[in-house]
């Protein structure tokens, strides 16, 4: 009887070892960035080091032996290396984009965000070369990771130095000529350039015209004025500049365009009160516009997941019902919400049911239904997302 006791007790202890296992592999992608797969040999020697220990200081203790069973150290260490993109660096920037969603979610509008006037996105937004920045914090460092908890509260830590962006970093980011940034300059041409056009003397079967190369016009007018090193002392500065631009480039327009040049001359003044109370109105309406770069890799599945993510976040984003439409939408909130505090799937019911009498079985049940039910998701999301991606060209802002 005693035997069959010490047997049942050791099963059970090797089926918490393997599940924690297969959950902090599911947490932090560990088949994704290299490690190997799950063996018996694994779990059967972390059993040996933990089957004496008591229950409530197992969990730790399995942890502890499976990031120094699988070498955890050696195998980010030698991420540190690798001087191109990897499966590492992907699941890296995507730790981020969670963490500035977080970031973003709690906090308000900066002066950068109010005076650009595309929402709080703009002082949130990690660009590729941004990204680069830190992750060479990342490869530089004498930091040992020895799990990856280590690893995240590291990468927090950068990013909260970072970010939200001042002026003088996002300027500086024109400077580099990053691509991603000049996107959101762009975007915001495109919104001067609709109020300084709103009153041009072009026929108004020309005026989308009109606009995209006033905005074009003045982007490439924005980039020469940048090389050269012109001082900005604000957010605020640089938005007036641009709409001086803007209003130049649409006169300029005008004049290859409308004969009556003296009439433009004497209507400037009123054209500028005008246009001025037009912009007034369209960034007061589109203040808590989020900006997102479209343009992402398709068949990235990293970068598909983070536009999701995003997308999703945002209740106001013109994608987004696209993306859930005939799908649970309480159950999609509650699969953001453990995304977002980058729970397991235990911890979220944990603390989502916490005033709940579930038994042990409920949990099991409700943790089986919200990896299947996240999983299917999921993929359905992200496939739908592709597909709209790849059938109208227009949703990409820019195209390297």
């Known amino acids: ?13 090797k089926n918490e070892i393997s599940e924690i296992v297969n959950k902090e592999y599911e947490k932090h992608e560990l088949l994704y960035i290299g490690f190997p797969h799950i063996s018996s040999e694994l779990t059967d020697s972390i059993f040996l080091n933990v089957e004496g220990v008591d229950a409530k200081d197992r969990r730790a203790l399995v942890k502890h032996n499976l990031y120094r069973r699988i070498n955890y150290t050696s ?10 993109r990897s499966n590492f660096s992907n699941m890296v920037k995507a730790f981020l984009h969670r963490e500035l969603m977080r970031f973003r979610k709690e906090g308000g509008l900066s002066s950068l965000d109010k005076d650009i006037g595309l929402g709080k996105n703009v002082s949130f937004f990690l660009s590729d070369m ?9 490869k ?21 130095n970072h970010f939200p962006l001042e002026f003088q970093t996002f300027l500086k980011q024109l400077k580099r000529e990053d691509n991603e940034f000049w996107t959101i300059v762009y975007n915001l041409l495109i919104k001067l350039s609709t109020a300084v056009t709103n009153f041009s003397k072009v026929s108004s079967v020309y005026k989308d015209i009109e606009k995209d190369e006033v905005a074009l016009e003045s982007y490439e007018e924005l980039k020469r004025i940048i090389k050269e090193d012109i001082c900005f002392n604000d957010s605020e500065h640089f938005r007036s500049y641009s709409y001086q631009v803007c209003r130049n480039k649409m006169h300029e327009y005008e004049r290859r365009n409308v004969m009556d040049d003296k009439k433009i001359k ?9 246009a001025e109370k037009k912009l007034k109105e369209i960034y007061e309406s589109d203040q808590n516009e989020d900006f997102d770069s479209l343009e992402i890799n398709v068949d990235n599945r990293y970068e598909l997941s983070r536009l999701a993510a995003i997308i999703l976040l945002d ?5 987004r019902e696209q993306l859930i ?21 235990d911890e979220f019911i944990e603390e989502h049911y916490k005033n709940s009498d579930l038994s042990h079985e409920d949990k099991k049940r409700l943790n089986v239904n919200l990896r299947q039910d996240y999983s299917r998701i999921r993929k359905k999301i992200i496939k739908r997302l592709k597909t709209i991606l790849e059938s109208n060209e227009k949703m990409y802002l820019y195209k390297r």
């Open 325 to 345: 439409e005939d799908e649970n939408k309480e159950r999609i909130e509650l699969l953001i919400e453990m995304s977002l505090d980058d729970l397991s799937y």
């Open 140 to 160: 530089e460092s004498n930091i040992k990771f020895d799990n990856p908890l280590m690893l995240k509260e590291f990468f927090v830590s950068i990013a909260s």
């Open 315 to 319: 209740s106001k984003h013109p994608l």
């Open 1 to 13: 009887m005693s035997d069959m006791k010490n047997k049942n007790k050791t099963m059970n202890i």
């Open 266 to 274: 004497k209507e400037e003044l009123e054209e500028n009160m005008e």
């Open 75 to 84: 195998h980010v260490e030698k991420q540190k290396q690798i001087n191109f």
């Open 130 to 138: 941004l990204f680069s920045d830190i992750y060479k914090i990342f």
